[in-house]
């Protein structure tokens, strides 16, 4: 019995020594990001869960969403260059950086078409809908950076913030 215990420790002790701390942080730099969105008036009543592969983008020209544009207030930033928030398969919404992340462009952000954000210098594509913002291609190496998205169902509120 105790050798089975000192077998144990010694195993966990190796394991323990092998483990690196992740502290991963993503290529694109830090800038501001929060705004908050009411699904229940104007342009954003249809931009609720149900309405999965919609999209809405924000930027220094404001709120883009099915073709209307609203300003962008001066209390709301927006992030490196631009966010684009997705309702997607498999939460209710998510929110990435456009600035692709092989190429740190900010004047040259990603372009949504469809499920898919596209780098215009690299061509690198990230799938959107699957929740995680990865490479399909395998040009960049790191994922689309990902904001914390807060949805309350209740009040229709949806809040987009830095990644804790």
């Known amino acids: 019995m105790r050798t089975r215990l000192y077998i144990l420790l010694a195993v966990v002790g190796v394991l323990c020594t092998g ?6 942080q993503s290529s694109v730099p830090n ?11 104007g342009m954003f009543v249809n931009f609720v869960p149900e309405n999965v592969t919609t999209y ?15 300003p962008l207030p001066s ?7 631009g966010t684009v928030v997705y309702i997607d398969g498999f939460h209710p919404y998510g929110a990435y950086d456009l600035c692709c992340p092989n190429c ?3 004047d ?15 061509g690198e594509e990230y799938d959107i809908y699957s929740g995680n913002g990865v ?30």
């Open 75 to 81: 209390t709301d930033a927006y992030g490196f260059a």
């Open 104 to 106: 740190l462009k900010q």
């Open 108 to 122: 040259k952000p990603c372009q949504v078409n469809g499920m898919f954000a596209i780098c215009p210098e690299c």
């Open 31 to 41: 800038y501001p990001i929060h705004f908050e969105i009411n699904t229940n008036v």
């Open 19 to 24: 483990c690196k701390r992740t502290n991963w």
């Open 135 to 164: 490479p399909t291609h395998g040009i960049a190496k790191e994922a689309l950076k990902q904001y914390q998205v807060t949805y309350n169902a209740g009040t229709g509120k949806l809040f987009v913030g830095p990644k804790n």
């Open 56 to 70: 809405l983008i924000v930027d220094a020209a404001g709120y883009h969403l099915n073709g209307i544009t609203l």
